[in-house]
């Protein structure tokens, strides 16, 4: 199965997994990488701009309606839901789920629905169960789940309980999941790709 969409969600630990992470996706990755990062929704934290500078795909803050594109990372604006549909965006103001906005579940559950199989869904460090319940959407309608080891997490809670909602595909170090990601899309795997 090689992957259209690859989501990731992280929370309390996360800037720091998103900054080993994405370092070691090829250049090349094929597939769209969309993170949501429980963030506070009052001031612009610059976490865009960090993580652009850790990452070796292009990376942005999709609009509203956006088109989807191969080969681009996604961080879910703050203060919103970030949806995906069939080849777009959606931003979504609706209530916090799971005491968040932007949500994983929402995010995991609208790319499960329009992915499918073509769907790899990440969990990472979190003290949370966000991520969980989307995790196990995107397993049941024929995707991937993957899990950040929990012992190895910053904050347990969301990897164990990703792993308690589902029969996951994988549960990896940080360290292995960017490889584990380039192998998926037939690519090699490194330890830092970004410059």
């Not at 990440?122 to 080891?149: F, M, P, Y």
Request: include cysteine.
């Amino acid at each position: 199965m090689r992957p259209e969409i690859v989501v990731i969600g992280t929370s309390y630990g996360g800037l720091a997994a998103l900054q080993s992470l994405l370092p070691a996706l090829a250049p090349a990755f094929p597939a769209s990488v969309v993170i949501a990062q429980h963030r506070g929704k009052d001031v612009d934290d610059g976490l865009c701009e960090f993580l652009r500078r850790h990452c070796a795909l292009p990376l942005s803050e999709p609009n509203d309606k956006e088109r989807i594109e191969s080969g681009r990372a996604y961080l879910a604006p703050r203060d919103y839901h970030l949806l995906v549909e069939r080849g777009r965006f959606a931003l979504s103001t609706e209530s916090p789920v799971a005491f968040a906005r932007p949500s994983i579940d929402v995010l995991f559950e609208s790319a499960a629905d329009a992915y499918r199989d073509l769907v790899v869904g990440v969990v990472l460090t979190g003290a949370n169960r966000d991520g969980a319940r989307g995790l196990a959407r995107i397993k049941s309608h024929g995707g991937l789940a993957v899990v950040q080891e929990p012992q190895g997490a910053e904050s347990r809670a969301m990897p164990e309980a990703a792993i308690a909602a589902t029969e996951v595909d994988r549960v990896l170090p940080l360290v292995g999941i960017a490889a584990y990601m380039n192998e998926l899309c037939g690519l090699p795997a490194k330890e830092s790709y970004a410059v």
